[in-house]
Nanobody, 123 residues
Framework: QVQLVESGGGSVQAGDSTRLSCAAS????????IGWFRQAPGKEREVVSS????????YYEDSVKGRFTISRNNAKNTAYLQMNSLKPEDTAVYYC????????????????WGQGTQVTVSS
């Protein structure tokens, strides 16, 4: 099982870009899908983007399509979320999560979570 640590959050201005990283411990990173989620104050946690274990399949929530890009480097045990053209409504705590690859899991639930990193976008 992997453990996840996010980094790269901070305070930025609207229109700026920033990149979040999700570093995983363990030698089985390439057996897990990775997802990025966010939770804004007073709102439920929502999925932002996800990438399959092989990197061949990605998903983006509608509000971030064309602005955010998810990627992963299995050799470095790290996933990334490149966030461009940031908006104040992107302000949230961002979490990365992992679940076993589709051919290895019995449930679609995201079972491993990082501690989260704050992203604050000022107008």
């Amino acid at each position: 099982q992997v453990q996840l640590v996010e980094s790269g959050g901070g305070s930025v201005q609207a229109g700026d870009s920033t990149r979040l990283s999700c570093a995983a411990s363990g030698r089985t990173f390439n057996m897990y899908d990775i997802g990025w989620f966010r939770q804004a104050p007073g709102k439920e946690r929502e999925v932002v983007s996800s990438i399959s274990w092989s990197g061949t399949t990605t998903y983006y929530e509608d509000s971030v399509k064309g602005r955010f890009t998810i990627s992963r480097n299995n050799a470095k045990n790290t996933a990334y979320l490149q966030m461009n053209s940031l908006k104040p409504e992107d302000t949230a705590v961002y979490y990365c999560a992992a679940r076993p690859a589709v051919h290895l899991r019995t449930s679609p639930e995201w079972t491993i979570w990082g501690q989260g990193t704050q992203v604050t976008v000022s107008s």
